[in-house]
């Protein structure tokens, strides 16, 4: 299995362009939810999924916005880059299962706006 | 969500125990305690997980006293490999994580 696939793994963009980070994962896991670590921080929540259809914001929503149209793929969209939203960006999923399921990440997009 | 304490860093050297001690006083009947290491350049990878006593798997032990309100994480005899952020969480039992919400983590540096 692959797991949690990003793509891609690195990114420049110029302030304003937008972009769509993609996640897919092949655990056939309900919940997914988007991550952004900035330099010796850990790591705060964007948005998250509880399946298919169904999104909600995290701690850190502003100038991102989400869908999940299927199980696998959650995809992360910036509408007008800021250099604010230079960060290392992280999905990760998890099982809806009898007890707490620990997140599965995938290796992250580095995105520097400029 | 529990708010968790840990020590922003730590070190060690080679073949000793290290334990990093989190606090969560606030925590809930009903929350887990999990442990995540990150290292550079990656996602972070879930240690070991657990609610009450001892816990111990092939890579850690997680020690959680009856009042719940702290956890230590143990590696036993660590190596340079084991250089690395560690996250302590609690989360609400059936949530899947989903909502987890992440601290600075403890940096751990072991030195040869």
């Known amino acids: 299995n692959a797991g949690v696939t990003q793509t891609p793994k690195f990114q420049v963009l110029k302030t304003g362009q937008s972009m769509t980070l993609q996640c897919a994962q092949d655990?056939?896991?309900?919940?997914m939810s988007w991550y952004r670590q900035d330099p010796g921080m850990g790591l705060r929540l964007i948005h998250y999924?509880?399946?298919?259809?169904?999104?909600d914001q995290g701690e850190v929503p502003n100038g991102y916005n989400v869908s999940r149209s299927t199980t696998e793929d959650f995809p992360l969209r910036l509408l007008s880059a800021a250099p604010s939203q230079t960060s290392v960006y992280f999905c990760?999923?998890?099982?809806?299962?009898?007890?707490?399921?620990?997140?599965?990440f995938g290796n992250g997009t580095r995105l520097t706006v400029t | 969500l529990a708010k968790t304490t840990q020590p922003i860093s730590m070190d060690s050297y080679e073949g000793q125990e290290v334990n990093i001690t989190c606090s969560h006083n606030?925590?809930?009947?009903?929350?887990?305690i999990t442990w995540y290491q990150q290292f550079p350049s990656q996602g972070p990878r879930f240690i070991i997980q657990?609610?009450?006593t001892k816990v111990t798997n092939e890579v850690a032990s997680l020690f959680i006293p009856a009042d719940r309100k702290s956890s230590t994480l143990s590696l036993p005899r660590v190596s340079l490999s084991d250089t690395a952020v560690y996250y302590c969480?609690?989360?609400?039992?059936?949530?899947?994580?989903?909502?987890?919400?992440f601290g600075a983590g403890t940096r751990l540096f072991v030195k040869a």
């Open positions: 969480l609690v989360d609400p039992v059936n949530t899947g994580g989903f909502k987890t919400i």
């Open positions: 655990m056939n896991h309900e919940y």
């Open positions: 990760a999923s998890s099982y809806k299962g009898a007890y707490n399921s620990p997140l599965h």
């Open positions: 657990g609610y009450k």
């Open positions: 606030n925590i809930a009947t009903n929350d887990y």
């Open positions: 999924s509880v399946g298919a259809g169904i999104t």
